[in-house]
């Protein structure tokens, strides 16, 4: 039966040994990871039209570390959507995102991208650029995703996860408008969950019992959920290394970490288990008559 005496002697143990561990860490090589937590798409592939569309300088959009280059789509005039140039990024060299993962992608255009969304679709995609997850997103299912920059011609989308596997992103300027049109595709990333130095936690109510974010990064901000996908926060926003176990934490929680408090990443589980505070002892003398 676990007591706070036995809780108190595991969590020394467990303390020891994440020191030793995180020691051995330092050592092994790190990911490529660009501005913060950012893992970026790294491969790709493009499609076009042929004689009516094109895809200029289409390595561009994955030339890390540079993120200022960009490829760069174009259409001519034609009807119904017909006519279409594609770029696909994929995640190969680096680690893949999960199904759970928000993934972010930077576009452009010589206009304001608010009249332009509806030659624009993007989607995600598993295996190559003809392998499409759905939902796909288009005109103002664009405009709800958009975040824009400056005069409107920059902007990026953050497509929140629906539980699809998915590997990829993948951009198309097409013909919808009846338009001739010219966008361009920056890049695509999504930002590495929190590290936790514990995720399964039995806690002593009133103990002040904190738990490390290993792969902290400064700047950005971190929140607490009641579930996977969607929720409700628990508690403010976390800006440090360290935060306390409240005493009304009991369950399964999700940890989320944010830059810029705009693009968040997919949430790492946390199971709290909290015992209750003993309670006073009670004492009743008695008189003994020998």
């Not at 709800?144 to 629906?162: A, E, H, Y």
């Not at 998915?166 to 338009?179: A, C, K, Q, T």
């Not at 019992?209 to 009641?226: H, K, W």
């Not at 005493?247 to 940890?255: E, M, Q, R, T, V």
Request: glycine share 8%; hydrophobic share 40%; with cysteine.
């Amino acid at each position: 039966m676990w007591t706070c005496g036995v809780v108190n002697h595991l969590f020394m143990n467990r303390l020891c040994f994440l020191q030793i561990f995180c020691g051995l860490l330092s050592l092994w090589p790190t990911v490529q990871v660009c501005l913060g937590q950012r893992i970026y798409a790294d491969t790709q592939k493009s499609d076009a039209t042929f004689l009516l569309a094109s895809v200029s300088n289409p390595a561009e959009a994955v030339d890390l570390p540079d993120t200022t280059n960009f490829s760069t789509l174009n259409v001519t005039l034609g009807a119904l959507g017909l006519i279409y140039a594609r770029q696909n990024l994929q995640f190969i060299d680096n680690p893949k995102p999960t199904r759970y993962s928000p993934i972010i992608a930077k576009i452009g255009s010589n206009s304001s991208l608010l009249t332009l969304l509806g030659g624009f679709a993007v989607q995600r995609t598993k295996g190559g650029i003809n392998s499409t997850v759905a939902p796909g997103y288009s005109g103002s299912e664009l405009l709800n995703l958009l975040n824009l920059f400056g005069s409107g011609q920059i902007g990026t989308l953050v497509f929140l996860p629906d539980g699809n596997d998915f590997d990829g992103i993948r951009f198309e300027v097409n013909s919808l408008l009846n338009l001739a049109l010219t966008a361009n595709y920056y890049y695509a990333f999504y930002i590495a969950m929190p590290i936790l130095s514990e995720s399964n936690l039995t806690v002593c109510e009133g103990a002040n019992r904190a738990v490390t974010i290993s792969n902290f990064q400064p700047g950005y901000t971190y929140q607490l959920y009641t579930t996977q996908l969607g929720g409700t926060q628990v508690g403010s926003d976390i800006t440090t290394n360290t935060f306390i176990i409240q005493d009304n934490w009991n369950g399964s929680y999700w940890l989320e970490a944010r830059e810029g408090n705009i693009y968040p990443s997919g949430r790492t589980p946390l199971t709290i288990t909290m015992l209750p505070r003993p309670g006073k002892p009670h004492l009743t003398i008695r008189n003994v008559i020998n």
